[in-house]
């Protein structure tokens, strides 16, 4: 079950995967895919993981397309590891990410991971603005999605990535959706990607105080206040 907001002027909807969906704009939004993690581990310290990591995220990024038929997708950086990662990618995967990309608008972000010019199709962009919402890698500190909750004077709200935002439930970590009327930071996508916990100093300033924490809870994206520093054991 998924879980309905709204962000600026704009209605949306946080999936159980972690993905973002705008039915407005037939749009989808995955941020922090990390595709070929497990190849860069191993080729920059040796770390052995198993090489599966680009085929269940694509197959779970895959099943989101087929469920909510986007005619754009758009990936809000750090979509592949490092700068090789692209160029280390199997030949069947990179197959895979062509079909998912045939015949729609697809745009890449750039992200400190892929700063690019990255070598693949598709649209490159270092962000970009669809109607009252702007897609980012990273928050604009003190911009965009004031931390008073107000929309800035040209009314734009914020979309973003990053910090792979995660939420302890019932004594399990789940990466999580953080928001509040203006802005919204979005969980890591890909299979290999830790996470920072969603009362981190990172996010201070960064939301008003009815922000909220949005839990990819299995098959359940659920609504809970955000936690504060205080209000987490350590």
């Known amino acids: 079950m998924s879980y309905a907001l709204t962000l600026g002027n704009e209605s949306l909807i946080a999936r159980p995967s972690g993905a973002l969906h705008w039915p407005g704009q037939q749009l989808l939004c995955v941020s922090d895919l990390h595709l070929g993690k497990a190849e860069r581990m191993a080729r920059r310290a040796g770390a052995l993981l198993p090489p599966y990591d680009n085929r269940e995220t694509l197959a779970r990024l895959e099943a989101e397309i087929e469920a909510v038929g986007p005619r754009t997708v758009i990936c809000l950086g750090d979509s592949f590891d490092d700068g090789a990662s692209l160029a280390g990618l199997e030949e069947d995967t990179r197959l895979w990410l ?46 965009v999605g004031k931390a008073d ?86």
């Open 98 to 143: 062509a079909r998912l990309m045939a015949g729609r608008d697809w745009v890449w972000i750039t992200g400190n991971h892929d700063p690019g010019p990255l070598d693949i199709a598709g649209t490159h962009r270092a962000e970009v603005q669809i109607a009252g919402l702007r897609f980012r890698h990273i928050a604009a500190a003190g911009g």
């Open 149 to 234: 909750g107000m929309a800035n004077a040209g009314g734009v709200a914020e979309i973003s990535g990053h910090y792979h935002p995660k939420v302890r439930l019932a004594g399990k970590a789940w990466r999580c959706f953080l928001a509040d009327a203006q802005r919204m930071i979005l969980p890591a996508f890909g299979t290999y990607t830790g996470g920072l916990w969603a009362d981190d100093a990172a996010f201070d300033g960064l939301f008003g105080p009815a922000a909220l924490a949005i839990s990819c809870g299995g098959t359940v994206a659920r609504a809970m206040p955000k936690p504060r520093a205080s209000t987490r054991s350590r």
